[in-house]
């Protein structure tokens, strides 16, 4: 069910990841928008990609709208590498006040573009939001994460991925508004790059409702106030035992990581027994997810569509909201319904088979009925029943991402990794994909130019041959505490793990409560 006595004992975490995550929509939001900003003739004409003679100058124009949609990805892959030492110092809730503060710098520069203000206000503006965006899509998830009940974990940050797809329902709708009713005015950029200052605004002051990680806080000693924290999230009182066990387990595994790993740096972050395969698995995974076609059809969904025969402004635009709002019912279908039921291993590899599966149907079907492009000059015809049959193949292929490839990554790199690596696993995780993600945005166009119907043959052989193998090799971690992947991954023994409990539990019980009372 979707709403049960869980639900509302956990409203808190919820609240905390419904705050966290508007910055996510930022996500998803900028990576449909640009592509739709630069191809306006409006835009094209003010930042000069227009000839003497009237005709678009196509190099100039492909350079610039390949950069303005790229430089952002380029941006985020640093803030998300530069995420981790900052999270770990000042702590989750505040480095994502900062990254909000940055992002919203970038968005203003980019809205304020025009006349005497060059593309070269777009390109810095991309960046330093890009650069914000990459730092909330690795510290969001962990935060989150940290927070939230093993029980309703998968569910909560699977949001994630609602956000995300939200935000790429959004992009294309205004997009589509922006070209039929304001096409001949700077509002065609400057609407959809403000825009991005609403999410921003709500998510920075949201964040000043929420409490700290009781994670982060266990790990920086401050064990009064992360008590207090934990047991505010449960709705319980401080001493309550399901609080005070779960308190002494998170204290338990950062105590005994802090044993393994004294005088140790990232060296031993990264290669400790049981770690370096969670790294690299954090990172294959999202290299994974960005080639599965998803990135490419989300970024030029217009183009997409066009490709497979929905000419036209309005055909093409139209087909490619209809696309987001698929997106979004499919991935909030599975995030609320299914991804605690499924398992992480079952939802990847049925997710993967069906992606690849209908893009082998559509590969197949664009070969055997191209498309016939109309001359210049003449209207767009109705789609033909091809491209209608693709068209659906493509609806139902982004459902079979939404319920595994689209949510997964996010909740599985935050499921593996202990206390203390978790900021730099989800670093890793989410520089990988935007990593990725920038490769993949440069390389699209090409790559439809080039292969035709063979670009969907690619990627189903992908889906198929790479992502369904990964997703069989996996540890299961649905129903797992985050201090249980150790015991997984082999870290530590299950023994040990309980030995440590146990002794935290009969140290801790008159520490804790003595630290409660202080504080009272």
């Known amino acids: 069910m979707m709403f049960s006595g869980d639900t509302f004992k956990n409203i808190r975490v919820y609240w905390l990841a419904f705050v966290a995550y508007w910055g996510i929509i930022l996500f998803g939001y900028d990576t449909g928008i640009a592509g739709g900003v630069v191809s306006q003739p409006y835009f094209e004409t003010n930042f000069g990609l227009v000839n003497a003679d009237g005709t678009i100058n196509k190099s100039k124009d492909t350079e610039v709208s390949s950069n303005v949609v790229s430089v952002l990805q380029a941006g985020a892959f640093f803030g998300a590498l530069g995420s981790a030492p900052i999270s770990a110092w000042l702590g989750r809730k505040l480095t994502l006040i900062g990254f909000t503060i940055i992002f919203a710098i970038g968005a203003i520069l980019t809205t304020v573009a025009g006349g005497s203000r060059g593309i070269a206000y777009i390109y810095g503006g991309r960046v330093i939001s890009g650069f914000g965006i990459g730092g909330i899509s690795a510290v969001a998830p962990a935060y989150v994460s940290e927070c939230s009940p093993k029980n309703v974990r998968g569910r909560i940050t699977g949001c994630f991925q609602i956000m995300v797809a939200i935000g790429v329902m959004i992009s294309y709708f205004i997009n589509l508004g922006v070209s039929l009713h304001m096409a001949d005015s700077p509002k065609v950029w400057r609407i959809p790059f403000g825009f991005q200052l609403v999410p921003a605004g709500i998510m920075c002051l949201g964040l000043f409702t929420v409490k700290e990680s009781p994670r982060w806080l266990a790990s920086k000693g401050y064990a009064a106030e992360g008590i207090a924290n934990l047991a505010y999230l449960r709705r319980e009182t401080s001493d309550s035992e399901e609080v005070r066990r779960e308190f002494a387990e998170i204290e338990a595994a950062i105590r005994e990581e802090r044993e393994a790993r004294k005088g140790l740096g990232l060296k031993e972050a990264f290669f400790g027994k049981g770690n370096f395969?969670?790294?690299?698995?954090?990172?294959?995974?999202?290299?994974?997810?960005?080639?599965?076609?998803?990135?490419?059809?989300?970024?030029?969904?217009?183009?997409?569509f066009s490709s497979i025969g929905y000419s036209g402004t309005t055909n093409s635009l139209l087909a490619s909201g209809i696309y987001g709002i698929v997106k979004v019912v499919a991935t909030i279908i599975f995030v609320f319904f299914l991804v605690e039921s499924l398992g992480r291993k079952a939802s990847l590899f049925i997710s993967a088979m069906g992606m690849g599966i209908?893009?082998?149907?559509?590969?197949?079907?664009?070969?055997?009925?191209?498309?016939?492009?109309?001359?210049?000059?003449?209207?767009?015809?109705?789609?033909?029943?091809s491209s209608k049959g693709m068209a659906a193949m493509l609806y139902i292929y982004v459902c079979f991402y939404s319920m595994g490839w689209g949510p997964l990554p996010w909740v599985y790199v935050s499921d593996i990794f202990p206390t203390r690596t978790r900021h730099y696993g989800l670093a890793v995780g989410s520089s990988s994909q935007w990593l990725w993600n920038f490769v993949v945005a440069k390389v699209t166009p090409t790559l439809e130019v080039d292969l035709g119907y063979k670009l969907f043959m690619m990627f189903a052989t992908i889906n198929l041959g790479g992502m369904a193998v990964f997703s069989l090799l996996l540890p299961e971690t649905k129903g797992r505490s985050l201090e249980e992947m150790d015991i997984i991954f082999g870290s530590v023994s299950a023994e040990s793990r309980e030995a440590f409990i146990e002794r935290a539990l009969d140290h801790g019980e008159t520490k804790s409560q003595q630290s409660i009372d202080q504080k009272v």
Do not use: D, E
Request: glycine share 8%; aromatic share 14%; net charge positive.
């Open 277 to 304: 395969v969670r790294f690299v698995i954090a990172f294959v995974i999202f290299l994974l997810q960005q080639w599965s076609g998803q990135n490419s059809v989300g970024y030029y969904a217009p183009q997409i």
């Open 358 to 385: 209908t893009f082998f149907i559509i590969g197949a079907i664009l070969k055997t009925h191209p498309v016939v492009t109309p001359p210049a000059g003449q209207s767009a015809p109705p789609p033909a029943p």
